[in-house]
């Protein structure tokens, strides 16, 4: 009997302090301060939104079905929509949006769990009466990463082609006549924090635009990968395992950008790109058995490029929520045996659908944290911890996660977080 309590104790611990976290993470949410205005109207939802209705002044959720459509989604952002009018001064509104989010994680508690998205709040002041407001939507509206298409994934894998064959300096391209070099001009700012950091990513003598239909222009600007390498000059005899879905591009454009820098005596042996299955239904997508990974030597700029396009082309879909990151690492550790680290340039957006396989891997895993500008995906704090590697985001190092203590808090960036029962947790305050 003795044994038996000692075994469940971990248990309810781990289901207290969930349900604890869940708990503040509603509260935290309620108290967002709300965005105002007129009337939100649902004509002019996109293609990647979605919206749960409710009725006025409940919590009740209309069409439970309706969480079929994001079961697979990356979500970017959850608003929660509501009138401002009262019909009673004794009204709480607070408590009524708490109620509608404990109803929405009853719905979609996955989405609780990986907090990576957006919230807002916003109160539509055109109702003047109940009568008013119940013609007016409430409820939650999902913003979600779209779908890639053969031809936007063709439109990207073109643009970093273009992009880095522009930067190659060598004889043949300067004697081509139909190849403009690029000149590099990757400018940087002291922070007093981080060191310098690099604002702009790169300057051509003729600009290539970036794809219009990209869901996020400002990822252009992002860094992350630039500056991780400038800080990590150290990391040695490593492949590069990059994930090469769709909404990855500005950042496979970053990894050309480094390699073109380094000299032949570069540490990086190979590189391993991943599309999580070759087009593959996502219904017959098995962890370890997904496919669409590619490996190439680190023979040449151009020769690993042309490999990173053939991945991206061969891939579709986009937009999922989980990746093959996992079964990536571990082809590209059994066919670099001699190296000391792997680098994974991975989307901080999506998880990943191998997790359960960590401890295959046998190399400290350096994670390049993609979109990570607000939480950091705990899986990936995980598998830095699991295999002795370490997290590193636009501004930030991560290290020494492999001896982390139970009961441990800390920060990244301004976001907190606790590791208890060998897990990592979010904290909302």
Known sequence: MKSYTMKWIPFFVLFFLVNKCFSNQIEYLANTNAIERVEFKLNELTLNQLAIAMPFAKELILNPEQKKALTEKAIIKVELVYTKHR???LFDQKKLNIDRLKELQKLLPVVFEN????FELISQTKGRSREDCKKMFHGFVFTFRPNS???????????????VLQSIKNDSLKNSSNKLELIADIKTRWDNRVGYVHDTIWKEEEEVPVPHFFYDQSLYQDSTVLNSFSRNKKWNNFIVVTDVTGSMSPYI????????????????????????GDNKPSNRKKPLETEGVYVVNN???????????????KGSGGGENLENDIEAILLGQNQYK??????????NRESMRDYKFIEKIKKPVRIILCGSDKRVNIQYLDLARQTKGSVHTKVNDILNLDSIENGAHFFIGEFEYLFENNQFHYLYN
């Open 299 to 313: 023979n040449s700029t151009e020769e690993v490029m042309l490999m990173a396009a053939k991945c991206m082309k």
């Open 253 to 276: 454009a970053q990894v050309f950008m480094w390699l073109r820098e380094q000299t032949k005596e570069t540490s990086a042996q190979g590189f391993v790109f991943f599309n999580d």
């Open 87 to 89: 019909t009673s001064p």
């Open 115 to 118: 907090p990576l998205w957006d």
């Open 149 to 163: 298409t053969k031809e936007t994934l063709q439109l990207e894998a073109e643009y970093i082609q273009r992009l």
């Open 338 to 347: 001699e190296i000391d680290e792997v680098v994974l340039v991975a989307d």
